[in-house]
């Protein structure tokens, strides 16, 4: 039997809608399904402590394909608190969401997925304990992301092009690509204005780019590339003969599109041959980018947020296979330990804190790129990843023959700009490279709502509903116990280990 809900023109009081998008569409993707019903059973979990009794009745919604989902934790049909749709959800949603006083859903941004559903339960004023749609937007293409965060905090440089007939962009993808792959760049350090890069890029008439220019920290090439809204450089990068910029041998460009989850559709960039691929993943008119390939560890942080203030719950590993012919999130590990956990914590809580609007259970993405003076013996622990430890022997950290006026002059362009870290010793220790922000509940919210010494999804209604200040949040001790998890995808289901 099949239950449906016509919307009546009253709300119940302090009713509460919760559903995952995949589970409540009936969508039985292989790629993302296991962490969808690992992630929705979590939060059906935590919410299953609430009762008419607190004042909240939780109403949960579920496609007939899924329909066992949220058994174990009380939710059927029999006792009234389970919605077994078979249609499609958006309309449903619009149909009867304004029958509910509130909502918290799990979705992704895919196709713009977090976004829409947001916009539409929004406009049925319906609060959200979530991430409010102008947030939601900016965090859901990682071009607008990255150009509101440049001045912030670091991360890796990022073009964006369209895919068009003209294949401009793959001449200047072929451009970036040849030049750091240059083996004997040398100094150039005769400028007739050091702070006028402008004759580094030859450049349309009509164009003028030199007042956009960052000056680059010490010998990063994608520095110089801040980039207006309105413009695509594509016809832009056509790269000069010299440098002032030191190259590695090994430089890779990573290829992403700009709405996209879970390693979703990625290309690694080593030669020609690889740019010929882009094409043929990426239909015309698609909008990509490319960035610089970080070699490090790849990281995350779990936290919570009221809309101004983010607390860091956790610092997580995440595994990540990444070949020419595969790439894919396979699972991750925490909460994690890490030299540098208190710095990671501070850069993904003020990014976080620097877009306001994002509420709720939240992650951020970065990468700690390894120097030469670090120990990479614990690196990459899932095989056959090992084999990027042999990546940071050859990497050149500094240009030591960089002119010393140029270079102080960079460091004071660039204090606010680079996150860079050092040793006792002031040595180079580590760059921590920020990624994106999934202004949503993200997987390892799976692992920390069994080792949380509270209840998480409880905790982020009563935040949001001003029950609880965020700083309650911040002074819990301890705020899971010892154990560690660790959680790998596994076809439909997510393997979780605790420790």
Known sequence: MVISMVADNSKKIDS?????????????????????????????EDLSSFSSDNGKNINFLVSKDFKDIGNSYGFSKENGNKIII??????????????????????????????????????NDVKIYGSDSNSTFLCSNKYNTFKHLQSIINQPKTLKFTISNDNQWEKSIKNLLEFF??????????????????????????????????????????????????????????????????????????????????????????????????????????????????????????LISDGNTAIPLSLNKQYIEITKENQQYLGGELPYNHPLKDTIFSIAKKAVENIKGIKGFVGVDLIVKKSNNFDNSNYNIIKPFNNYNNNYNNYNIFNNNINNNYKNNINNKNNNYKNKFYNKNNSFYDDIYFLEINSRFTTPYVGLSKIAKFNIGKTIIELLDNKIDIDSIDNIENIYSGNIVKFRKNEQYLDIEII
């Not at 509460?16 to 790629?31: C, M, P, Q, R």
């Not at 006083?101 to 196709?111: K, P, V």
């Not at 220019?213 to 801040?226: A, G, K, Y």
């Open 16 to 44: 509460v809608l919760v559903f995952e998008y995949y589970t409540a569409s009936g969508i039985n993707d292989f790629k993302i399904i296991s962490e969808a019903v690992a992630l929705i059973e979590s939060l059906l």
């Open 181 to 302: 792959n240059k083996p004997n760049l040398h100094d150039k350090t005769d400028f007739a204005n050091e702070n006028d890069l402008s004759d580094l890029l030859i450049l349309p008439d009509e164009n003028d780019l030199s007042d956009l220019l960052i000056l680059p920290d010490e010998n990063d090439l994608s520095d110089l590339l801040i980039l207006p809204d309105e413009n695509d450089l594509s016809d832009l990068l056509i790269l000069p003969d010299e440098n002032i910029f030191h190259n590695q041998n090994d430089f890779k460009l990573i290829v992403k599109p700009l709405y996209g989850v879970d390693c979703q559709d990625i290309i690694i960039i080593s030669n020609e041959e690889d740019i010929a691929r882009i094409s043929e993943i990426y239909p015309k008119n698609s909008e990509i980018l490319v960035q610089e390939f970080i070699y490090g560890e790849n990281l995350s942080v779990s």
């Open 86 to 123: 078979d249609t499609n959800l958006e309309d449903w949603l619009d149909k009867n969401v304004s029958s509910f006083n509130s909502c918290i859903f799990i979705s992704a941004e895919e196709n713009m997925n977090l976004y829409n559903l947001t916009r539409l339960i929004e406009k």
